[in-house]
């Protein structure tokens, strides 16, 4: 089994202000994809911010998407509606969201949580944090700096 991936959205797929997916994530995506890992995103979006989002972008148009829930609650739905596969990672840019999956412990995910730099909110620039900062404490999280760097841990 090639596992799951689970991103969140905003700041980790699109920019946090344009809404516009990163470069090189649909590169990114199709990679994974012919890795054989299914995919999934995750949001505290309002459904018609990501209607627009998936509008704008159509390599996330056929990725399940899953809103309105506390991040724990979403990214089990998320594995879930996967199969509940036995292998999966989470991918996220914002470290409140990386420590509560991290300390939710879903077994599926076994500690595979990653902290991305997507698009510079939380890690780069004149907030950037050093990795041992971004691993959110004493919880360890790798840092991924680009997404060849992110699929390199996700798809070695």
């Known amino acids: 089994e090639s596992g799951h991936v689970i991103f969140d959205l905003q700041g980790t797929l699109v920019h946090h202000q344009t809404g516009e997916v990163l470069p090189m994530i649909p590169g990114l995506i199709h990679r994974l994809r012919d890795n054989g890992q299914t995919l999934s ?17 159509k390599c996330l148009q056929d990725i399940p998407i899953f809103l309105n829930k506390p991040r724990p609650q979403l990214v089990r739905d998320a594995l879930l509606r996967a199969g509940n596969p036995v292998v999966a990672w989470y991918v996220d840019d914002k470290p409140d969201n990386l420590r509560a999956i991290a300390d939710d412990k879903i077994p599926s995910l076994g500690g595979r949580i990653i902290a991305f730099v997507g698009s510079g909110k939380y890690f780069s620039g004149p907030r950037y944090l050093t990795e041992d900062e971004a691993a959110c404490g004493s919880h360890k ?16």
Do not use: R
């Open 41 to 57: 995103i995750v949001t505290k979006c309002e459904a018609a911010v990501v209607e627009s989002i998936l509008q704008a972008n």
């Open 141 to 156: 999280i790798p840092m991924a700096h680009s997404p060849k760097d992110l699929l390199h841990q996700i798809a070695p």
